[in-house]
């Protein structure tokens, strides 16, 4: 009798030390907070899509012709091997050399650089109107209302594509007369914007930001099964989406984007930052390193900053990391685009100095 007492005191202590399996019912809610995305980028009305466009918006994305001194291009800093980002706490600009975060230079941007995949989406909730849905605003602060506001943006800054050898004032004219005295470009532009008679920066806005809205990420695990494919969560990621509902995690990382992309003022994360936008969690797992300031190395440890946050409806401790980091994982995207052109007219190392 002693030792099958003994063995029951045994089993029920190694019960106790299994994880909690947590909440695993697939409940018939979800939809009130997410949604899949939409099947095809939106373009707004006044820069509408054309093949032509896109293409010249390709080149000149990966083109280093659009920086002070013709060495660090848009896709230095966001490039398809870290998910349209740069694996880098912080980005080094206009004297940087290599990629990612093997990327070296003293130019470093004070804000952790953020995937520009899906950014035709940004701002998208679930209320949305797709037909007259306008994407934005920009940049961790919002001060971009568009995105061809924004694309213009790390061209004119100092530390990441401008440099200090061209002033603010004339860095635009000058790359405007660069672009102008390359045949090949004025043929491009002629055929995307057939009713200009000049290149301008503005061109290069609509261009820039029309390549960007073609870097769709859709169609993940997390799409099919918010649109009625149960089947494709295992019991831990079940549990992980439902934890971060009860959590309150949903609050602000909710619609299509799991983000409401508003700046929460009393809800900083990190202490001595600014308070930011709510970054999207699309494609999470590709663009580490985490947060604003890119100091939570892993996706698990970016998770583990929420642990004992008395803003949270429940509490979150070591057993609901994994799970989170599980759902959050549904997230990524297959298809994620990672085409890199073979050429740029300028005849510049495409992608600036990466290699």
């Known amino acids: 009798m002693q030792k099958l007492i003994a063995l029951a005191v045994f089993c029920g202590l190694l019960a106790g030390c299994q994880e909690d399996e947590g909440d695993t019912t697939v409940r018939d809610d979800y939809t009130n907070h997410f949604s899949a995305l939409p099947q095809q980028a939106i373009f707004p009305q006044d820069n509408q899509y054309t093949e032509a466009k896109a293409k010249l918006g390709e080149f ?6 659009l920086s002070g001194d013709e060495n660090v291009a848009c896709a230095s800093c966001h490039h398809p091997d870290f998910g349209w980002a740069d694996g880098r706490k912080f980005s080094i600009g206009v004297d940087g050399v290599g990629l990612g975060p093997d990327r070296i230079g003293f130019a470093e941007t004070p804000i952790h650089a953020p995937t520009v995949a899906n950014t035709a989406f940004t701002g998208f909730q679930l209320n949305t109107d797709p037909d007259n849905f306008i994407a934005g605003p920009y940049f961790w602060d919002l ?40 045949q090949e470009y004025q043929a491009l532009f002629s055929e995307a914007f057939p009713n200009e008679e000049q290149i301008t920066m503005s061109l290069v806005a609509k261009a820039l930001a029309t390549y960007q809205r073609t870097l769709f990420a859709g169609n993940s695990r997390f799409d099919q099964f918010i649109a009625g494919d149960t089947s494709v969560f295992n019991a831990e990621e079940v549990a992980g989406l439902n934890k971060f509902i009860d959590a309150g995690c949903a609050r602000c990382h ?7 992309n508003l700046i929460h003022e009393t809800q900083p994360v990190l202490e001595h930052s600014p308070a930011v936008r709510t970054p999207s969690l699309r494609n999470i797992s590709a663009t580490a390193p985490y947060m604003h300031t890119g ?19 429940v509490s979150l401790g070591d057993d609901d990391f994994g799970k989170l980091e599980a759902f959050l994982r549904t997230l990524n995207t297959p298809s994620l685009s990672r085409q890199i052109p073979e050429r740029v007219p300028s005849g510049l190392p495409i992608g600036g100095d990466i290699n």
């Open 60 to 65: 000149l994305f990966w083109d280093p012709i």
């Open 143 to 182: 001060r971009a209302d568009s995105l061809e506001t924004q694309s213009l943006g790390p061209i004119a800054n100092a530390i990441e594509m401008r440099g200090e050898a061209i002033s603010e004032a004339d860095i635009f004219p000058t790359i405007e007369a660069r672009l102008a005295n390359i």
């Open 254 to 260: 909710s619609g299509p984007m799991l983000s409401d």
């Open 295 to 313: 100091e939570r190395e892993t996706l698990g440890s970016a998770i583990s900053l929420y642990e004992g946050r008395d803003d949270l409806d």
